[in-house]
């Protein structure tokens, strides 16, 4: 989860040794289930979390799709409970309306979890064929492993990476549901899809696209092309607001210069250059300042959106898909509270004050005679 991606770091030659490179703290595993076919398009994931419980702000991330489903268990990987939920819950109900005939084929890794009697018998009743690769050779045959995978785990490294430059150092769940579907939409394209099964000789079918990796074969490298071809843009006269305009116009200066003074190099060539590497220096600062700034108030931002999700558990067994959540949620929120019995103080002010009855002769119980007197039957 807080791993970055492999990069090349530019430092001082003085130093010895071997310098010690920085990983975000968090290094807890998340499993996700991906799959893809052949005509460009990807099923929703299936993310599996190690954890005890669901928690509702998981399913709070706006970043995520609400046909995704988010799982849990004790380490973090997929199980056979899991396997069959996925394809009961994403599989089957988003391939039945792309179904052109009566069957079709699922091409799968040999996990244990795609080889339990019940994932056979489901795949049996809804007409699914599934077919395990031979041990050892997903990186030869499996489309996400030779065409997706490594360009999807780059983008993510790349995503912590800049999270990593701003301070933040821990990379949770949370920030994994934000960044993960970011790096997916970069990754997941229709070209890279097709290109994958193309690659592994499945569609379109082609055994010799994998038969041939499987001799070593030395090729000759192809020269690299020209660059003769490459013509600059025309300079213009204005203020130079990048460094490409203020190339331009420098190139500009010295072949004015050069052309009215058939002098040799003079102090006049050195000041013109110390000028135009301070300007390059001040507008790489101002561009990088820019960027840190903007990134700086995202990353504020998101951590703010954080402290305020909720932290509930969700009481609910099995899987559930991000719409299914937020509906159980939703309907929680929106349920009538139950009555609860008044305080005293609140009875009290809602109930007027207490005042005393008029007096009643015990004699003719009649109301307002004077007790000690009463007219109409003389007791005292």
Known sequence: MGLIATTKVVTRAEIYGRPSLLQPGNCEWVTAIETINATGWALPSCIIFKAAYLKEAWFQESSLPPDWMIERSPNGWTTDAIGISWLQKIFIPSTTARTKGRYWMLIMDGHGSHLTPQFDQICMENGIIPICMPPHSSHLLQPLDVGCFAVLKQAYGRIVEDKMRLGINHIDKLDFLAAYPHARAETYKPENLINGFAATGLVPFNPDQVLTKLHIQLKTPTPPGSQSGNTQAPWVPETPHNLAELELQ????????????????????????QLIKGCQIAMNSAVILAKENQDLRAANERQKQKRRRSNKKIAHEGSLLVQEARDLMEARNQAPEAPTAPTPEIAAQASPPRTRAPPRCSGCNIIGHKINKCPSCNFS
């Open 250 to 273: 420098a190139t500009a200066i010295k072949t004015f210069l050069k052309q009215h003074t058939q002098s040799p190099p003079s102090p006049t060539d050195a000041a013109l250059n």
